[in-house]
């Protein structure tokens, strides 16, 4: 746990968050208001989870829609690699 509440792996999570743009929680924080109050964000965070009292917010359910079906000779879209 201590490897977990490090102030140096909060803030390598952070960045990961900010570049993969993450979208708002069902809190309703995006990661701009995060960004405004990062540090004090973070060290709370860091205390959570150093008291054995962090509990995450749930996941937001998002439906994805399914692709087309690929026709043969569609060039739009390819094989994965």
């Not at 201590?2 to 979208?23: E, K, Q, S």
């Amino acid at each position: 746990m201590a490897r977990i509440a490090d102030m140096a792996n909060l803030h390598v999570a952070w960045r990961a968050v900010r570049r993969n743009r993450g979208d708002a929680g069902l809190d309703g924080m995006t990661v701009q208001t995060f960004q405004a109050h990062v540090e004090t964000h973070l060290q709370r965070i860091q205390h959570e989870l150093q008291a054995h009292t962090y509990t995450p917010t749930a996941l937001r359910h998002v439906a994805l829609r399914k692709r087309a079906e690929r026709q043969p000779g569609d060039s739009a879209t390819g094989p994965v690699c």
